[in-house]
């Protein structure tokens, strides 16, 4: 594999790292994350109209610049690095995922306006009785004349109280597990006045992301709600969450990358016995072990990322491996660097407690190791996925 980026890529590159570095500090950020506001809005409108990030993947019939998965790669590395709360990854990757495979008049309007920033998009999919399979949906949308009525539980809404439309994956035919039967519905979302039908509960996650769960009940929709062909989603979910795991599994590089390079100097600085703890042949044993599982990490991503849009089963192979290699290494780096940090490692002024939390999460969304393996074992085994 060719890891050298396009110069079109390093501009990109550059330009979101530069922005970052000059108006992102982690101090503010965080600040803002734990505010009633939860986010900046002035970064998202940077990112829509300074840096145009937001329409960079995006097909140009839709505003946007027409690049591809790479983009999306670079870009969340670099948000990754700088610890980004804002929702890129859930609005730009898996909302346009979503919206451009499911198709249609009302999903492409919504689209349309993913670039210039207005839309900020929630995907309502896991319940709280859902089990490993990503298909396990038991809400509901039957059919009443010109409408849908949606009865059920969502749990864990990712970006929901930032969100400006919501996408449910609701069950209009078939048993619990099937995943034929599977529906999307597009509607506009108020964080802060839901529509009748709708209770929605806030949360601030470890990593200082949002997220949410909702509660329908009996909530009428139109049926120009409904986005590709009724019973038909599937597909387009699971390319979508695909879509959204080699995303996090950048961002996840671009955090690992800062760990290891934070680890690196504090270890010159921190001085034991009168020498700094880096010239300690154990230590610095283990800070290459963890640049080791860095470059793993690295190489499985560009695997996944440059696979995207290979035929099912080899982009589905391609995304477990990433993602079980990115869960592992995000574990040992991030466990060793707040080791080696010594009691700092989890204070709230240095970042590497904040990466640490973030590295933890990211292990487990859009899937886990353990889900990801399974998926991977049945790939290989010739199973039906």
């Known amino acids: 594999m060719d890891f050298t980026l396009t110069g079109e890529q390093a501009v990109l590159r550059d330009a979101v790292r530069g922005y970052l570095a000059g108006r992102y500090p982690l101090a503010q950020s965080r600040a803002a994350a734990r505010s009633e506001e939860r986010w900046q809005p002035a970064v998202w409108r940077a990112f829509a109209s300074e840096l145009g990030i937001l329409g960079a993947a995006l097909p140009e019939s839709a505003g946007g610049l027409g690049g591809g998965a790479e983009e999306t790669m670079v870009i969340a590395e670099e948000l990754g690095g700088a610890l980004v709360v804002e929702p890129y990854i859930g609005t730009a990757v898996v909302g346009a995922a979503l919206l451009r495979e499911a198709g249609g008049d009302s999903a492409a309007a919504v689209l349309e306006r993913i670039a210039d920033g207005d839309v900020r998009i929630g995907f309502a999919l896991t319940e709280p009785a859902s089990g490993r399979e990503p298909w396990d949906v038991q809400v509901r949308a039957s059919r009443d004349g010109d409408e849908y009525v949606l009865s059920g539980t969502k749990t864990v809404v990712a970006d929901l109280p930032l969100a400006t439309h919501l996408v449910v994956a609701a069950r209009t035919s078939g048993e619990r597990l099937d995943r034929d039967g599977l529906s999307l519905l597009l509607f506009e979302f108020d964080p802060q006045a839901p529509p009748n039908g709708v209770a929605a509960r806030y949360f601030r996650t470890i ?154 999460v990211i292990e487990t969304e859009f899937g886990s190791a353990t889900d990801h393996l399974r998926r991977y074992a049945g790939i290989r085994s010739g199973a039906s996925q």
């Open 207 to 360: 990593d200082d992301h949002h997220t949410g769960d909702l509660e329908f009940s009996d909530l009428r929709v139109p049926v120009s709600a409904l986005i590709g062909t009724e019973g038909t989603a599937w597909e387009a979910i699971e390319r979508a969450l695909d879509d959204g795991a080699a995303a996090v599994c950048s961002e996840a590089v671009g955090i690992m990358r800062r760990v290891v390079a934070e680890t690196v100097e504090y270890t010159k600085q921190r001085n034991q016995f009168g020498v700094p703890i880096g010239t300690f042949q154990v230590l610095q044993h283990r800070m290459v072990d963890m640049y080791l599982e860095l470059e793993q990490a690295v190489a499985a991503v560009y695997l996944a990322v440059l696979n995207l849009d290979a035929e099912p089963r080899q982009r589905r192979r391609a995304v477990s491996a990433a993602k079980v290699t990115v869960a592992r290494a995000a574990r040992f780096i991030g466990q060793n660097a707040v080791q080696l940090h010594g009691g700092m490692g989890l204070t709230e002024e240095l970042a590497i407690g904040h990466c640490f939390k973030r590295l933890t």
